[in-house]
C-alpha cells in the first residue's frame, strides 16, 4: 500500500513538472510580437505604414532562439524593408546561423489596425 502512494506521487509530480515545463517553453518562446506604430518604429513601404525593418530583425533575432533548446542560435538578422501594417503581408528575413549558415525567416502579419501591429514569424 506504501509503495503504491509512493509510485503515484512520483508520477504526479512528474506530470506537475512537465507540464509547468512545457507550458514555460510555451510562453516564452512565442513567435507572436505586438509593435506599436509610433514615429521611431514606423517606416513607408510603397505608400503604406510599416514597421521599420531594424524593429522586425530585431526582435526576431531576440525571440529566435529564447531557450536553448528552442530554435537555433542566430545573428545578424536582417529584413530587406519593414512589413507592412496589413493583415496577411509576408517579409522573409535572413539570419546567420552559429555553424555559418543561412536561414530564411518567413515574417507574416496577423492584424493591423491605426495604431499598432501584430505579426509572426516562423522557427
Request: aromatic share 4%; with cysteine.
Amino acid at each position: 500500500m506504501q509503495r503504491s502512494k509512493f509510485l503515484v506521487g512520483v508520477v504526479g509530480g512528474v506530470t506537475a513538472v512537465t507540464v509547468l515545463g512545457g507550458l514555460g517553453t510555451h510562453l516564452l518562446a512565442g513567435t507572436e510580437s505586438t509593435s506599436r506604430l509610433d514615429e521611431y518604429s514606423t517606416a513607408s513601404v510603397d505608400g503604406h505604414r510599416a514597421l521599420a525593418a531594424t524593429i522586425v530583425a530585431g526582435r526576431t533575432e531576440s525571440k529566435y532562439h529564447a531557450l536553448p533548446w528552442v530554435g537555433a542560435k542566430l545573428s545578424g538578422v536582417s529584413c530587406p524593408t519593414g512589413l507592412t501594417a496589413v493583415a496577411e503581408a509576408t517579409l522573409t528575413c535572413t539570419g546567420e546561423k552559429s555553424d555559418g549558415g543561412t536561414v530564411e525567416i518567413p515574417v507574416r502579419v496577423i492584424r493591423a489596425d491605426a495604431n499598432s501591429v501584430t505579426w509572426k514569424f516562423e522557427r
